[in-house]
């Protein structure tokens, strides 16, 4: 299955929103269209406004955002983002909407021989942002994110994003403050699976010894 664009979203000032506008990015036209951008991309805005990632932005930044945006449908076994993707951009999620995300284990042999394949580590809900690391260092995918649900999302390439950041400070200093916060949530949740592990990897060492 594949993802379904939708017609692009044309503003009443004649801006039509698309990854194009980072080769004729026009602030000022940007700006505009943001204030009265139409239904359907007012729709979006109201879907998606509650993302964490997005929070303390007003729904003129979002749409700022968007309007350098491309629109996917995905239903449920889509790939929204698949691993070792190579792609500079982020995703924005809709709500009324659940992706799970998948990464493989690769371990070498003998182990990787009985253990292999994919896990399974976790559903998120919509609204939400995924990909976001990408922004911050360009580099592989490291895991694949696919549609639990049907689902709606706005693709935006890193190179728009940087644009409109440095441009517009409000946003630039919003967005990457969110993402640090996400990151330190993260850390955190990761030191605990590892003290639990530790703990884990300790009583079963005692326990053979006995």
Excluded at 22 to 35: L, V
Excluded at 147 to 175: R, S
């Amino acid at each position: 299955m594949t993802a379904v664009a939708a017609p692009v979203v044309v503003a009443k000032n004649g801006l039509k929103m698309g990854p194009h506008l980072a080769t004729e990015f026009d602030y000022a036209r940007i700006e505009e269209a943001s204030k009265d951008p139409g239904p359907v991309m007012a729709d979006w805005i109201q879907r998606s406004k509650k993302a964490n990632m997005l929070a303390e932005l007003t729904e003129e930044e979002i749409g700022q955002l968007f309007f350098g945006g491309e629109y996917f449908h995905y239903e449920p076994g889509d790939v929204v983002i698949p691993w070792m993707d190579t792609k500079d951009s982020v995703f924005v999620l809709m709500a009324e909407g659940r992706v799970r995300i998948i990464t493989p284990i690769i371990l070498p042999p003998p182990v990787g021989d009985w253990l292999s394949g994919e896990k399974s580590l976790l559903e998120i809900p919509a609204p939400q942002l995924v990909g976001h690391f990408n922004l911050l260092s360009s580099t592989v995918r490291s895991a694949t994110v696919e549609a639990v649900t049907p689902l709606d999302a706005i693709e935006i390439q890193k190179n728009y994003v940087e644009l409109i950041t440095k441009t517009n400070m409000h946003i630039g200093a919003t967005l990457f403050k969110n993402m640090g916060r996400a990151l330190q949530g993260q850390l955190r949740f990761t030191n605990n699976d590892v003290q639990n592990l530790t703990v884990a990897v300790a009583l079963a060492s005692r326990a053979l010894r006995k």
